[in-house]
């Protein structure tokens, strides 16, 4: 116990012990009610905020407390590894705070992807157990199922999980129709219906997102 304490004492293991005790109290207060299980969400993905963030690395149909909560879990199991095997073996001196910077952001890069598919597994839960969390559905592609009506309503179901039904409220520039599919992509709660659009106007508008992000850096 003394050698578990120590590596998630040392550093970089440290910065995943802080933020796992923080994601503890956090589900602690989600449990007794005090803190909301949507803390991240907007009601768009419009922005660069924490919830629209996630979506974009494919974390769609989970709260953002969700998503983070398991990826931080991974990455912190997976930096307690390198530790255990590999940097507490050596004296990097100085050294070790650059090197920790690295590990630290190898590791939720590396656990990113099976984190974003253990949330994905976890989509039709939440879409049974959590039915009034709608905004955490943003970014999820829907299928279109009627021809909106003259007021632009209509319904659609999840592609990932056809038992799980939306209403669309769409706009006369950018009008749903039956068999399309479109993500969602903003939460009317005062309709409680979503703004959507097409699927390949979504994607086209991610990717031109990712290179103006990279050209920046």
């Not at 449990?31 to 963030?53: I, M, Q, Y």
């Not at 939306?166 to 520039?173: S, W």
């Not at 991610?206 to 050209?215: N, V």
Request: charged content about 20%; proline content about 5%.
């Amino acid at each position: 116990m003394e050698g578990v304490r120590q590596i998630a004492l040392s550093f970089p293991t440290v910065v995943f012990s802080a933020l796992l005790i923080l994601v503890a109290v956090y589900w602690l207060l989600v449990l007794l009610r005090l803190a909301p299980l949507e803390l991240f969400e907007h009601d768009s993905l419009k922005g660069d905020h924490l919830a629209s963030t996630l979506v974009a690395l494919g974390f769609a149909g989970v709260p953002a407390s969700v998503a983070l909560s398991v990826l931080l879990a991974l990455a912190g199991a997976l930096t307690f590894a390198v530790e255990l095997l590999v940097l507490r073996s050596f004296d990097w001196g100085l050294f070790r705070i650059p090197l920790g910077l690295v590990v630290l952001w190898a590791t939720l890069a590396l656990m990113s992807p099976p984190a974003a598919a253990l949330c994905h597994a976890l989509h039709r839960w939440f879409h049974r157990h959590a039915a009034g969390h709608r905004r955490s559905l943003l970014g999820e592609c829907v299928a279109v199922q009627a021809e909106p009506d003259a007021q632009g309503w209509t319904t659609a179901t999840l592609v990932d999980d056809p038992e799980c039904s939306v209403r669309l409220h769409g706009k006369p520039e950018s009008m749903p129709h039956a068999g399309e599919r479109r993500v969602l992509v903003k939460y009317v709660a005062d309709e409680d219906a979503f703004r959507s659009v097409a699927e390949h106007d979504y994607l086209d508008a991610r990717t031109r997102l990712s290179r103006l992000h990279l050209k920046r850096r």
